[in-house]
Every structure is written in C-alpha cells, then in structure tokens.
C-alpha cells in the first residue's frame, strides 16, 4: 500500500494565486517524521520542512506555509502569492522511527506558475 | 559547505552490463542513502549506509548493491544490467542515522540503459 498519497499529479495556477498541495500519508509508527522536497528542472531535491509526529503546529516561513493534521493523517502545503521561480515537482515524504533514514515519497505534484 | 557531489553525471550502458556510480555525502555527514527515481515508480529507496554498515535495504533485486567507505563516500553498482534499471540515480546524506534527519540530495547521475 502507498505511504504517502499526493492525488494531484499537475497543477497550473496564474502567478500571484494561491495554492495547496495535498499530502496524505499512512503508518502504524507512533514516531514519525514528515517532509517536504522540492525538485525544479536541474533535478536536485531541496528540503523545504520537517515536522515530527508530536508537532502539529502549522508552520510560515515566508510565502510557504504547511498544515500538519494527524486527526486526517494529512501534511498540506500552500504556497501564498506563488511566482513563477515556484514552479517545480513537490515531493511529500514520510518516514518512520522504525526504518531510519528510510523515506517513503509520494508520486509528487508538478507545479507550473503561468506568469 | 560542499553539497553532495555524484560522478558521474550522465552514463549509457548496454544491457548486460554493470555500473558503478559514486557518491560523496556534505563533509562530516555520516549516513548515505540511494534512490531510485523513474517516471513509472517514483523516488523509491534502495539502501542506506551508516558508519560503513548498510542499515536499510530497499525492495530492489540482489543485482543493486552497495558500500560505503571509511571516509563515508558511498558507491553503488549495478550488474547485469536490464533496460529497466534506465533512471536517475540520486544520493543523500545526512548527519547521522535516523528518521528525523532531513536528507540533502545530490544532483543525480541519470544513467540510460540500451
């Protein structure tokens, strides 16, 4: 079964709009650990944010701002007033106290900000 | 502070043959980790090294394996290379073993299989 869920395969929104992409994950472990990568064309992974299963204090930095649930076993991301530089392949990532370093990706969301 | 650097960047092969790709993790990281990532199936992991020791294995066929040296720079070889394994090929470290650690990925070797 997939951990990590991300229903929205490709997104396109007009610059300056908001928008949400949407995580859903699922594990057993009472530990675990909840991440946000962004992928833009050169191909690299970029860390975004890291939550842990005990925080679930939504979290801004800036234009981005994340929405932890665990009653929905949900870890949304929105990005307020998006630019075009936003545009990129988002990654939701989970992992879990028992397998370490292990991280289990979602299928990603490409994002295209139209200018 | 040096990212993680991988070598080579691109590389073809013909099937049937193997593949090493290198890795070297932020200076002073210890815990490597391998991905694969293809348009079909995603980022999926395929190992991870701590200290030398492989601690996690992806479910990836026996033809995938890996090592990490002293110095925490880590390889990964392919053999018997099939058309499928065609993919980018991406390393991360960390700062030590464990769930919470965030990753810091490498670019990526993309590796074509003919």
């Known amino acids: 079964a997939q951990k990590v869920t991300q229903a929205q395969t490709e997104i396109s929104v007009v610059e300056k709009e908001d928008v949400t992409l949407d995580c859903v994950y699922e594990?057993?472990?009472?530990?675990?650990?909840l991440f946000w990568y962004k992928q833009p064309p050169s191909g690299e992974l970029v860390f975004l944010i890291r939550?842990?299963?005990?925080?679930?204090q939504n979290e801004i930095s800036g234009r981005y701002s994340w929405n932890f649930q665990k009653s929905t076993s949900s870890f949304n991301f929105t990005i307020t007033a998006s630019q075009v530089v936003d545009s990129a392949v988002y990654f939701c990532?989970?992992?879990?106290?028992?397998?370490?370093?292990?991280?289990?990706f979602g299928t990603g969301t490409s994002l295209t900000v139209i200018p | 502070k040096a990212g993680v650097t991988q070598t080579p960047r691109y590389l073809i092969k013909t099937r049937g043959q193997q593949v090493t790709l290198s890795c070297s993790p932020i200076?002073?990281?210890?815990?490597v980790s391998w991905y694969q990532q293809t348009p079909g199936q995603g980022l999926q992991f395929l190992f991870e090294y701590f200290s030398e020791t492989q601690r996690n294995k992806g479910n990836f066929p026996g033809r995938f394996s890996g090592r990490q040296f002293s110095n925490s720079r880590s390889e990964m070889n392919v053999s018997t290379l099939e058309l499928g394994d065609s993919a980018l090929y991406l390393c991360?470290?960390?700062?030590?073993?464990?769930?919470?650690?965030?990753?810091?990925f490498g670019p990526g070797t993309r590796l074509t299989v003919l």
């Open positions: 594990t057993r472990d009472t530990t675990y650990y």
């Open positions: 939550r842990n299963s005990f925080d679930e």
């Open positions: 990532a989970l992992s879990e106290a028992n397998t370490g370093n292990q991280f289990y």
């Open positions: 991360a470290s960390s700062l030590l073993a464990g769930a919470y650690n965030e990753q810091f």
């Open positions: 200076s002073g990281h210890r815990s």
